[in-house]
């Protein structure tokens, strides 16, 4: 995806490889998230199983969807549902 659409996707968007590192980002991400430069930073403990899944998945064709606990920028945990494609 050309970068400078991705920053203006109206909803929190990371793009990331499968090591989890953040290749890019929406600007409404900054709202959400304190800056970080690997997905790994916010994701809860508990859900870091998952995220190994969907990214092991996301080489098919279909979208892997999943909720997610992330730690947002006011360090709270929140359920997101999060989709790799």
């Known amino acids: 995806m050309d970068t400078d659409i991705a920053t203006w996707i109206p909803i929190p968007y990371f793009q990331i490889n499968q ?3 953040i290749l890019n980002s929406s600007n409404r991400t ?4 304190y800056p970080t430069s690997n997905i790994w930073h916010i994701v809860h403990k508990e859900d870091r199983n998952k995220v190994i899944l969907m990214l092991s998945q996301s080489t098919n064709s279909q979208p892997v969807t999943e909720y997610l606990v992330l730690q947002t920028s006011n360090k709270l ?9």
């Open 19 to 21: 090591e989890g590192t």
């Open 30 to 33: 900054h709202s959400y998230f």
């Open 77 to 85: 945990f929140v359920n997101f549902k999060c989709t790799i494609q």
